[in-house]
Nanobody, 129 residues
């Protein structure tokens, strides 16, 4: 199972940008998709919201409607780091952001938290108006 750690959260004004990164460690022979999820304060205890996902190859990505055109997910060729570039941030983007790995995905990509078995600790993103 891979271990994940997020970096890059912080406080930004509306309209600003942040870049999150997620580093994977540990040994696995599996090809796995990566995803970013978030949980807003008012959604505590509810399901984490899917934000973006990328396949093992990096060739296919998927986004939530609320972030399309503003966020970009990518992963390095060595697969150790996944990024989430967030532009034109809005106050409603305020949340704890988690990266996750789906080690059963193969070359596929899911978009629900139940499909992802490995999670980072999360990083806080706060967007002020």
């Amino acid at each position: 199972q891979v271990q994940l750690q997020e970096y890059g959260g912080g406080l930004v004004q509306a309209g600003g940008s942040l870049r999150l990164s997620c580093t994977a460690s540990g040994r696995t022979s599996r090809r796995y998709a990566m995803g970013w999820f978030r949980q807003a304060p008012q959604a505590s205890g509810k399901e984490r919201e899917f934000v973006a996902g990328v396949t093992w190859s990096g060739d296919y990505t998927l986004y939530a409607e609320s972030v399309k055109g503003r966020f970009t997910i990518s992963r390095e060729k060595d697969k150790t780091t996944t990024f989430l570039q967030m532009n034109d941030l809005k106050p409603e983007d305020t949340a704890v952001y988690y990266c996750a790995a789906d080690e059963l995905s193969g070359d596929g990509l899911a978009a629900h938290q139940d499909d992802f078995g490995s999670w980072g600790q999360g990083t806080q993103v706060t967007v002020s108006s």
